[in-house]
Nanobody, 125 residues
Framework: QVQLVESGGGLVQAGGSLRLSCSAS????????MGWFRQAPGKKREFVAT????????IYADSVKGRFTFSRDNPKNTAFLQMNSLNPEDTAVYYC??????????????????WGQGTQVTVSS
């Protein structure tokens, strides 16, 4: 069982930055690829980014490419999403997810077995 806890969300002005953290309670964090998804009010949850088990490769949604950076610190069981140049369209609840099967990383929501409770990110114009 993997428990994920997100933190770092909040209110920021357009153009600002936030750094989300995802802390995992698991013995072998490096056995899991990680993902970030987000859900805006009235919309379906969507893929944001994924990172492979070692942190050597990350894939981003087109909407965040060049602005967001996904990284991980395996000895500390923590993954990070650095979000720069935020705009109001980035407003959403951000969810951290883990998969022990697709360890190269995956953009598909159904491949993630474990999910955090989410953290709110609000970007004001």
């Amino acid at each position: 069982q993997v428990q994920l806890v997100e933190s770092g969300g909040g209110l920021v002005q357009a153009g600002g930055s936030l750094r989300l953290s995802c802390s995992a309670s698991v013995r072998t964090f490096s056995s899991y690829a990680m993902g970030w998804f987000r859900q805006a009010p009235g919309k379906k949850r969507e893929f944001v980014a994924t990172i492979n088990w070692s942190g050597s490769n990350a894939i981003y949604a087109d909407s965040v490419k060049g602005r967001f950076t996904f990284s991980r610190d395996n000895p500390k069981n923590t993954a990070f999403l650095q979000m720069n140049s935020l705009n109001p369209e980035d407003t959403a609840v951000y969810y951290c997810a883990a998969t022990g099967t697709a360890v190269a990383g995956t953009t598909f929501e159904y491949e993630y077995e474990y999910w955090g409770q989410g953290t709110q990110v609000t970007v004001s114009s």
